[in-house]
């Protein structure tokens, strides 16, 4: 893949992160670090812009956190609807590629609390292969 050459803004950058994750993670490689964290804070901005609120805190470590869906919202110590994974989980679920049962089931995303259920947000956009 050569160097970037579409537009220079952040919805474009986050997308084009988005699909250098899901490029790498197809051909068997571990995406960059940063291309990762791209598209992790890129994802977690979809979700925010989809279900704007306060009631669920969906956390992605090392790379950010966001409090999103409507409803009551928690102002101190641990929240009580909560949602953490690890980054390229999350971009596979942003993107469509892995369904939230199964990433539940599985141990992949911890989830808490009677809100902490994202699958009616889920896929926040769907993956368009590179070409």
């Avoid at 670090?33 to 989809?50: F, P, S």
Wanted: proline share 11%; with cysteine.
């Amino acid at each position: 893949m050569g160097p970037w050459s579409g537009p220079v803004t952040v919805p474009a950058l986050g997308a084009a992160s988005l699909d250098g994750v899901i490029a790498a993670a197809d051909a068997g490689l571990t995406p960059q670090r940063e291309a990762l964290r791209g598209a992790v804070i890129h994802a977690l901005g979809l979700l925010e812009a989809l279900a704007p609120g306060r009631s669920v805190e969906v956390r992605v470590p090392p790379f950010g956190a966001v409090q999103c869906i409507a409803g009551l919202r928690h102002t101190r110590g641990t929240p009580p609807n909560v949602v953490e994974t690890d980054a390229l989980t999350w971009v596979m679920l942003a993107t469509g590629r892995a369904e939230w049962p199964d990433a539940v089931a599985g141990g992949a995303v911890r989830a808490s609390g009677p809100r902490a259920d994202l699958s009616p947000y889920l896929p926040l956009t769907s993956a368009v292969p590179l070409t």
